[in-house]
């Protein structure tokens, strides 16, 4: 157990459609990451928050967005679902704002239908 | 943007030493080698992370050249527990520019 915690671990929605993923990190982790794993991109990584701000941006299209909360929890927020969106969802905790050793969660299953 | 290379596969059988490289020319001054492993419907796990020369860990060595062009991630000893995709991750992040690109993945085959 990573102690990152991921809600829903398997999410079914239609296309069009909008959806929320949630993350807990792990106690005491600032850093929140988030990724995508599909079986044609591989792992991607999306965005960056620590402490609340966004820290850094990767390949996260603009449908996509996401937010650190006050309690440290992160959400990413995808919209316009199309069938291609369907992939693993991946959030990851460090303690500092560097990726150093982050630990990740099991993992959200989207399918888009 | 540092792109890299690893084999898309590597066969082992229990016992034995096993080495897997990452080949990244476009390496950047600030860049760090992490790797990770992946269980199959699981997150990845961190297993080592460098800058230059050798790191060794409780399960892993990892080495890296002086030109850090690439990097070998050292397994010794694996067992069947150890099959699965380790992923060669450059870069680093560090204020808003900081990017991280993961390698496609080397699935580790350990038979008996």
């Known amino acids: 157990d990573s102690g990152v915690t991921q809600t829903p671990k398997h999410l079914i929605t239609a296309t069009g459609q909008r959806v929320t993923l949630r993350c807990s990190p792990r106690?005491?982790?600032?850093?929140v990451y988030w990724y995508q794993q599909s079986l044609d991109q591989g792992l991607q990584f999306l965005i960056q928050y620590y402490n609340g701000e966004e820290r850094a941006k990767g390949n996260i299209l603009e449908r996509f967005s996401a937010q650190q909360f006050p309690d440290l929890h992160s959400e990413l927020n995808l919209s316009s679902l199309e069938l291609g969106d369907s992939a693993l969802y991946f959030c990851?905790?460090?303690?500092?704002?560097?990726?150093?050793?982050?630990?990740f969660g099991q993992g959200t299953r989207l399918t888009v239908v | 943007l540092a792109k890299t290379t690893q084999p898309i596969s590597m066969d082992s059988y229990e016992g034995q030493e096993v080495n897997i490289t990452c080949s990244h020319n476009?390496?950047?001054?600030?860049?760090?080698i992490t790797w990770y492993q992946q269980f199959p419907s699981q997150g990845p796990r961190f297993i080592i992370q460098?800058?230059?020369t050798k790191v060794t860990n409780e399960v892993a060595s990892l080495f890296i050249p002086a030109d850090r062009k690439s990097s070998t991630l050292s397994l010794p000893r694996v067992s069947l527990s150890d099959t699965a995709v380790y992923y060669c991750?450059?870069?680093?992040?560090?204020?808003?520019?900081?990017?991280?690109?993961f390698g496609q993945g080397t699935t580790l085959q350990v038979k008996p």
């Open positions: 991750l450059v870069g680093v992040l560090s204020g808003n520019t900081g990017k991280l690109i």
């Open positions: 106690s005491g982790d600032l850093s």
């Open positions: 476009n390496i950047a001054t600030n860049d760090y």
């Open positions: 460098g800058y230059k």
């Open positions: 990851a905790s460090s303690a500092g704002t560097a990726n150093t050793e982050a630990f």
